[in-house]
C-alpha cells in the first residue's frame, strides 16, 4: 500500500503497475525490465527470484531470509531493508542512472547466478550425493 501510495504521489502510474498473482508469468518477465521482491514475511528460498534473474531482469529484493544468498547487493541485482519503502525508490532510482554497461553486466551475472539453482545443476549435484552415499554403503 505504501508503495502504491508512493507511485501517485510520484506521478509514475504510467511506469509502473501492480500486477499480484498471475498465471502468465513468463509472459509477464519478458516485458519487464525490474523484479521487485521485498515480502513482508521471511522467505525460505525465492523461486520467483531465480526466474526473473533466469530470464535477465534487474532484481530488487529484502535483505531477509534467504535472499541476500541468491543476491549479491550491487553485482546480480539488489538489495534493499526489508519494509523500507523509501529505500525501494532509491535503488530504484539508482537503477535508472545506471550506464547501459553497468546494467548489462548486472544481468549477465543475475543469468549465471540463476544457472547455479537450474534443474540440471540441482540433478547433478543429487547423483553426486547420492553416489558418494552408495559408495559408502559398500565399504
Known amino acids: 500500500q505504501k508503495l502504491e501510495e508512493l507511485v501517485r504521489d510520484l506521478n509514475l502510474e504510467h511506469k509502473v503497475e501492480f500486477l499480484g498473482n498471475r498465471n502468465d508469468v513468463p509472459e509477464v518477465l519478458a516485458k519487464a525490465d525490474v523484479f521487485l521482491h521485498v515480502p513482508l514475511l521471511e522467505e525460505g528460498f525465492g ?4 526466474e526473473a534473474m533466469a530470464c535477465g531482469l534487474i532484481c530488487i529484493c529484502s535483505k531477509s531470509g534467504a535472499l541476500p544468498e541468491i543476491i549479491n547487493d550491487g553485482y546480480n541485482g539488489f538489495l534493499v531493508n526489508k519494509g523500507d519503502a523509501m529505500g525501494i525508490y532509491d535503488c530504484l532510482k ?3 542512472r545506471l550506464s547501459q554497461k553497468d546494467m548489462y553486466s548486472i544481468k ?9 539453482f537450474s534443474t540440471c ?3 547433478n549435484k543429487l547423483d553426486a550425493l547420492v553416489g558418494h552415499e552408495r ?3 559398500k565399504k
Open 108 to 116: 549477465e551475472e543475475a543469468v549465471k547466478r540463476a544457472e547455479d
Open 94 to 96: 539508482s537503477i535508472t
Open 121 to 123: 545443476k540441482f540433478a
Open 135 to 137: 559408495g559408502q554403503l
Open 47 to 50: 523461486i520467483t527470484v531465480i
